[in-house]
Structures are given as structure tokens and as C-alpha cells.
T-cell receptor, first 113, second 115 residues
């Protein structure tokens, strides 16, 4: 049984570039949430999507956007990358819009140089 | 806004010692509470959760946590740690009645268990 899969695992980008991160939830899970984890800190909530609609947004600038597809997979896009966007980006899968505890993917390590 | 405070940044214990990791949250409404663990080289995984009912909840691998509403606390405990418990532990809170999809995490506690 596949868990939450994220791609790519590592990424290096230059300031000002754009990046797209991908996530496939556990089969049967309809909600995907995105978190940013900076070294030494806990994960910070970016977005939640459920049934292809945005259900929640954290305190992140408009450079961050996301979407969810009919198969419940999701993409996180970040435009005009800054050095401070360097972090581990985590995707969390849950059955529905309520939070009974997430299943996390292994994350995408983004380095902005 | 919710916030979570984990007071111990790094805890070092010998095997068989008892463990208690502190977690305090700030939010006045109904909360769901979680502990997640991240073992070296692995992804975050759910250790235990509290929604309602008995404030003492038991999770995997012998861990338990007690919700004390009056203290806004949800401390994690284990009577006797093993070397394999070496990991980073995160406490998280969620407000199901206002923003069900968002969890607020603490900054984590790194536990090192010496054999």
C-alpha cells in the first residue's frame, strides 16, 4: 500500500525562479495539506485542499499557490523564489477535510541559491 | 491564533529512564491534540492523538500523553525509553470548529537515548 509520495525529493533553484512540487495522497484520501519546515522549526501550514477546493491558507505570501486535481493529487507552486524559501516542503494526506491526524510524505528539500 | 510551545529542545536520557516531554498550547476553544515522531532518516508519523473523552491517551510503542485542560498541556510520557526511541518529537494542535484542516506545530524536541 503506497504511502504519500512527493516529488522531487531534492531541488536546487536560483533566486527569482519558479518551482512546482508534487504530491500524491494515500489511495482513498481526499485531502492534501502542504507544510513548510525550516531547519530547527516545526512544520508551518501553507494550504489545505479538499475535493479540489482550497479549504485553508496559512500566513504565506501570494507567491505560494496550489491546486488539487480530480485524482486528489496536488501541486504546490512557488514563484519568484527567495533565499528564505529554502526549506523542506511536506505534503500531508488525510481522509477528508477534518484532521484526524495526518499521514506525511518524506518531503521535498528545496534549496534556493 | 493558536501556538504550541515545546519547552525542551534537546533531551538526553539513558536507556530505561522515564521520559516526559512538555507541550503547552494557547487557544481557548475546542482542540484536537497530536504528537508526531520523526525517526532519523524517516518521515513524520503520528504517535498518538486526543479528540475527546479520557484525557489519558495511549499511542504506539508504549507512549502515552495526558491532556490537562486547565493547564493547556498535552505532555508525552514513556515509562522506560529504548535506544530506538531516539527521534524528534513534535506536538501539534488543531481547532476543529474553526480551521479544521490546519495544524499548528511546536518546534520539536530532539530525544537522544544513550545505550
Amino acid at each position: 500500500d503506497a504511502g504519500v509520495t512527493q516529488s522531487p525529493t531534492h531541488l536546487i533553484k536560483t533566486r527569482g525562479q519558479q518551482v512546482t512540487l508534487r504530491c500524491s495522497p494515500i489511495s482513498g484520501h481526499k485531502s492534501v495539506s502542504w507544510y513548510q519546515q525550516v531547519l530547527g522549526q516545526g512544520p508551518q501550514f501553507i494550504f489545505q485542499y479538499y475535493e479540489k477546493e482550497e479549504r485553508g491558507r496559512g500566513n504565506f505570501p501570494d507567491r505560494f499557490s496550489a491546486r488539487q486535481f480530480p485524482n486528489y493529487s496536488s501541486e504546490l507552486n512557488v514563484n519568484a523564489l527567495l533565499l528564505g524559501d529554502s526549506a523542506l516542503y511536506l505534503c500531508a494526506s488525510s481522509l477528508d477535510s477534518a484532521n484526524y491526524g495526518y499521514t506525511f510524505g518524506s518531503g521535498t528539500r528545496l534549496t534556493v541559491v | 491564533a493558536q501556538s504550541v510551545s515545546q519547552h525542551n529542545h534537546h533531551v538526553i536520557l539513558s536507556e530505561a529512564a522515564s521520559l516526559e516531554l512538555g507541550c503547552n498550547y494557547s487557544y481557548g476553544g475546542t482542540v484536537n491534540l497530536f504528537w508526531y515522531v520523526q525517526y532519523p532518516g524517516q518521515h513524520l508519523q503520528l504517535l498518538l492523538k486526543y479528540f475527546s473523552g479520557d484525557p489519558l491517551v495511549k499511542g504506539i510503542k508504549g507512549f502515552e500523553a495526558e491532556f490537562i485542560k486547565s493547564k493547556f498541556s498535552f505532555n508525552l510520557r514513556k515509562p522506560s525509553v529504548q535506544w530506538s526511541d531516539t527521534a524528534e518529537y513534535f506536538c501539534a494542535v488543531n481547532a476543529p470548529n474553526t480551521n479544521a484542516g490546519k495544524s499548528t506545530f511546536g518546534d520539536g524536541t530532539t530525544l537522544t537515548v544513550k545505550p
